[in-house]
């Protein structure tokens, strides 16, 4: 064990419920679960087995609440430390004071994400498993939650522990022959060497080509709706949300602010934002929208272009068509249930279209698949056989993994000396470490565990 003093807080989210739970880890935890706990019968209390009682406080020995109350002995528990729960009833005060009554007994605070860092300190999960956690409690869709599940199981420390195994012994036979400098490498070992660290690297491409798609599966993308006033652009957002959230009018000009919501495309979770219309205006307010519609565009993952297809195009789509040019983005002709005013699409329209009536729902199975192939490329994302990394920081160390093992090769088929060929496989090793938390540095486990909440 690397940690020595007993932490605590309530575990479940502040408010009213129907139970609350005071989450304790650390060698306290047996005598606090004795002094406050008060049960019907004497003696210790045996691991896993949930006792009801009523929780007392230690000064006065007057009753807080009554209780169900577990203890999970080590290392059979979350953190491999002595833990006990203490469920009370689901109330702000009432879960304050049994949290109080033990902190009094001597045990202190816990930090956001401290009980998970020390599941992860005492070995029980890696730092990938951690980070999974949380994304299992944030995740919004099925695929982001089953994406979270997999890294959380350990799927994908898996395939990183394949990874290392492989660096490791190419590195262990590399490093033979640096003992023994008078042999030469003979042809067997050469092959293995080779091989391995092809196989790492091999590996490791895999896991990097498919980060975008974890990564916008885990964050969702930002989708952002333009177009000039009364195309539909509020009426899209709607349909799209099957809820009246933006108000609609025939008045151009209707939407002045930007309107955020989150739609789910088959588990894709997409950030949604309904915009001001775009074209010259007088009046301020409606310019200021336009500005801000503007600047939003830069920043979107995707930004669908409505058109009005029962209008002429005319010179304030072509300022839209400026504004999104070199980004990603998908024509969407609306009012198609009116008979349309264009019917070729200009050369600057080259590109993803849909026809659709916000109106009537037609075209809106055709614009969520083609918002879904944008980013989703035929994988089975909701299969059990997915694994994917979702993380920057876990794309950034693997990448730097890499470049290691590509000088390695490129060494390593020039004849370089061996104790250059090992320093390059020592960094790819200490690059994928930092992924599962072998060699993370403390500010970055800082970091990354106060994103979590307390009581995590
Ligand atoms: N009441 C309660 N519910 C909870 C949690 C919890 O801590 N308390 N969890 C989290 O917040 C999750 C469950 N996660 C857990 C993971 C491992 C162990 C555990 O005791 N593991 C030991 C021993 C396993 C065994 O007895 O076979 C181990 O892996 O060594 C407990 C909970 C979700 N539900
Ligand atoms: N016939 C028909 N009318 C539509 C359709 N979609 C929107 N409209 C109408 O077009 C008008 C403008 O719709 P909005 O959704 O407010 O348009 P907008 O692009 O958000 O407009 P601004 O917020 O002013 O930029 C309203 O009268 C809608 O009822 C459609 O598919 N068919
Ligand atoms: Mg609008």
Request: with cysteine; hydrophobic share 45%.
């Amino acid at each position: 064990m690397y940690v020595e003093d007993t932490i605590a807080a309530i575990s479940t989210p502040v408010g009213e419920g129907g139970v609350g739970i005071i989450r304790v880890s650390g060698p306290d935890s047996s005598a606090i679960a004795r002094r406050i706990v008060r049960r019907s019968t004497d003696g210790d209390f045996e691991s896993h087995r949930f006792y009801y009682g009523s929780v007392v406080d230690p000064a006065t020995g007057l009753d807080i609440d009554e209780a169900m109350a577990v203890l999970m002995k080590a290392p059979r528990s979350y953190t491999r430390e002595d833990v006990l729960e203490i469920q009370c009833h689901g109330g702000y005060l009432v879960t304050r004071r049994v949290l109080d009554a033990v902190l009094r007994c001597g045990a202190r605070l816990a930090e956001p994400g401290e009980f998970t860092r020390r599941a992860f300190l005492n070995g029980r999960i890696d730092l990938v498993q951690a980070e999974a956690i949380i994304d299992v409690i944030r995740s919004k869709t099925d695929a982001a939650l089953s994406l979270a599940q997999h890294q959380r199981e350990g799927r994908l420390s898996g395939r990183i522990g394949a990874i290392q195994g492989d660096l490791r012994h190419a590195l262990a036979l590399v490093e033979a022959y640096i003992d023994f400098p008078e042999d030469e490498v003979d042809r067997a070992s050469f092959a293995e060497i080779d091989s391995r660290s092809r196989g790492a690297f091999a590996a490791i491409e895999e896991l990097l080509a498919g980060f975008d798609e974890g990564r916008v599966l885990r964050e969702g993308v930002s989708v952002v709706i333009a177009g000039k006033p009364n195309v539909g652009k509020s009426s899209l957002l709607n349909t799209l949300l099957q809820e009246k959230r933006a108000i609609v009018t025939s008045v151009p000009g209707t939407t002045r602010d930007i309107i955020e919501e989150v739609v789910n495309v088959r588990g894709l979770p997409l950030r949604i934002l309904d915009t001001a219309g775009v074209r010259d205006s007088e009046d301020l307010v409606e310019r200021e929208g336009v500005r801000l519609t503007l600047e939003r565009i830069p920043q979107a993952d995707l930004v669908l272009v409505v058109l009005d297809g029962s209008r002429p195009l005319d010179a304030d789509d072509r300022t839209i068509f400026e504004a999104v040019a070199g980004r990603r983005s998908i024509v969407v002709v609306n009012k198609s249930d009116l008979p349309r005013a264009f019917d070729r699409f200009p050369q600057a329209l080259e590109r993803a279209a849909v026809e659709i009536s916000a109106a009537t729902g037609a075209g809106i199975p055709e614009l969520r698949e083609l918002i879904f192939d944008t980013f989703i490329h035929g994988r089975a994302i909701d299969s059990r056989e997915y694994v994917a990394l979702s993380q920057a920081r876990h794309r950034d160390a693997l990448a730097a993994a890499r470049e290691r093992i590509a000088a390695f090769l490129a060494n390593l088929s020039r004849g370089e000396n061996l104790e250059i060929l090992a320093v390059d496989l020592k960094d790819a090793l200490h690059a994928v470490g930092e992924v599962t938390g072998e060699t993370t540095p403390d500010d970055i486990l800082d970091l990354i565990f106060q994103r979590f909440c307390v009581g995590k």
